[in-house]
């Protein structure tokens, strides 16, 4: 049996490319379960892939696309049986093992989860690894004492993927949103996803820095990491937290202990790979029933795999708003 895939591969010169090919089943990768790949979603970090950057893959030809949802083709894990419905984000698929940007991948039954009911795969994927880490980062201020009732929460890159499903997450949980941006012409998208304020991350950052500035924010969904977390750290209030989960705006963290001895902040790491099989299951299934698809419809673009990497260039130039989703076969 063959199938469409965007292959990337390296040249003798160590240049990267990528082109549609039809493959052979022989050249899947081991697995316990084969899907019929129906969408998949393009992140930031899927770009990284296809132009050969940050060093996440190591080996080539290789299948990027670090999720993805279908059915199941055949399995020999007991939990997955022939047409049903799943979805896969994470555990370095499209980075170590070959991913979503293909009609058919092999993976291992541990790095599934059942499609919730009444979800649809495209549905999955305008989520996709980006919402499930949104709902995380939410499950784990709530499980850190910030309600509705806290105060505002800060989410910074809030026209990326995760941002912006976070934003609009926090807003139908009740909560006051304010939204950091270095794009001020998505200040109207974000509005209309429910954020209250739209704070340009240039004028953010032109403050000057001190110990501890004014407590502004009971809490904080970081998607960018670098001196924006830094900067945020100090305009917690006392006893509120910081879900970070990004770092594209660097590893280095800038601060210095007063947010944590003074005022009690809580910085806590997100995840979304190291997840337990029920925790994922559990968070998908919050996902589904919170996200508004209607309200978020107009931040959706699809691709197929032809144009998959004129798609991911822009990604990484920081001129795409929302979720993108790929349709494999079309």
């Known amino acids: 049996m063959t199938f469409r895939a965007l292959l990337t591969e390296k040249g003798a010169d160590g240049a990267i490319s990528s082109s549609v090919q039809m493959l052979d089943d022989a050249r899947l990768p081991e697995g316990d379960v084969t899907v019929e790949i129906e969408w998949a979603g393009l992140n930031y970090k899927d770009g990284l892939c296809l132009m050969g950057q940050g060093g996440l893959v190591r080996t080539y030809p290789h299948v990027a696309g670090i999720d993805f949802a279908g059915r199941v083709r055949d399995s020999s894990d007991s939990r997955y049986h022939a047409g049903d419905a799943v979805v896969l984000t994470g555990w ?12 058919r991948a092999r993976v291992k039954g541990d790095w599934l989860v059942p499609l919730p009911s009444g979800l649809s795969s495209r549905d999955a994927m305008v989520m996709g690894t980006a919402g499930l880490t949104a709902m995380l980062a939410i ?65 953010f950052m032109a403050q000057p820095d001190k110990p501890l500035e004014s407590a502004r924010f009971a809490a904080a969904i970081d998607c960018v990491g670098g001196d924006v977390l830094g900067k945020l750290l100090r305009q917690i209030a006392y006893g509120g937290a910081v879900a970070s989960l990004g770092n594209a705006a660097g590893i280095a963290l800038n601060t210095n202990v007063l947010p944590f001895l003074l005022r009690g902040v809580t910085l806590a790491g997100i995840d979304s790979v190291m997840q337990p099989y029920e ?39 920081g001129e795409v708003r929302g979720r993108v989703v790929v349709n494999p076969r079309g």
């Open 279 to 317: 925790a994922r299951i559990a968070a998908w299934a919050r996902l589904a029933g919170l996200f508004d698809f209607s309200a978020y419809a107009d931040n959706v673009e699809e691709v197929d795999l032809d144009t998959l990497p004129d798609k991911a260039a822009q990604i990484l130039r």
């Open 92 to 103: 370095r698929v499209g980075e170590a093992h070959w991913g979503g940007y293909a009609e």
């Open 139 to 203: 499950d784990r201020l709530e499980a850190l004492g910030i309600t509705p009732g806290s105060g505002e929460v800060l989410v910074t890159g809030a026209a990326g993927g995760v941002g912006s499903i976070a934003v609009a997450l926090l807003k139908r949980l009740g909560y006051t949103v304010a939204a950091l941006s270095g794009r001020p012409q998505h200040a109207t998208m974000l509005t209309e996803l429910g954020a209250a304020s739209v704070i340009d991350r240039a004028e």
